[in-house]
């Protein structure tokens, strides 16, 4: 049984690759921005408990691991929609760009995984 693309949400038709390129790539710029302001406010919350005394650890380490982790998240959320939705143009160098940008999201995955390990 085929389920109607309709009654999906828009986050399952991206990570599906049902939504156009366009649509995909402003997705992936908007959520770098909203994954920002999410790990800000998480990070604010353990400095405040840290201030508050609730913890007694180096919360940089903490920090770190929920910034770094909220990023690699979506970008594999991002590479997989991005990489789908390439398939879809006419043009050729907008699947070719695309596909870039979904690889080079991809080394910035790497990245954050190696710096992950030095911390």
């Known amino acids: 049984m085929v389920e109607n693309v309709s009654n999906q949400?828009?986050?399952?038709?991206?990570?599906?690759g049902d939504i156009k390129l366009w649509q995909a790539v402003c997705l992936?710029?908007?959520g770098i921005i909203c994954v920002f302001i999410l790990s800000f406010i998480l990070v604010a919350a353990v400095l405040s408990l840290k201030a508050n005394g609730y913890i007694n650890f180096?919360?940089?380490p903490l920090n770190n691991l929920?910034?770094?982790?909220?990023?690699?998240l979506f970008?594999?959320?991002?590479i997989r929609s991005?990489?789908?939705c390439a398939s879809s143009p006419?043009?050729?160098?907008?699947h070719a760009i695309a596909r870039l940008w979904a690889m080079l999201l991809g080394v910035y995955v790497i990245v954050a995984l190696y710096n992950l390990g030095i911390n």
């Open 28 to 30: 992936s710029f908007i």
């Open 90 to 94: 006419k043009l050729k160098i907008k």
């Open 58 to 60: 180096n919360i940089i």
């Open 66 to 72: 929920i910034t770094i982790s909220l990023i690699i």
């Open 75 to 78: 970008n594999v959320f991002t």
């Open 82 to 84: 991005v990489w789908l």
């Open 9 to 16: 949400s828009f986050l399952c038709r991206a990570w599906n």
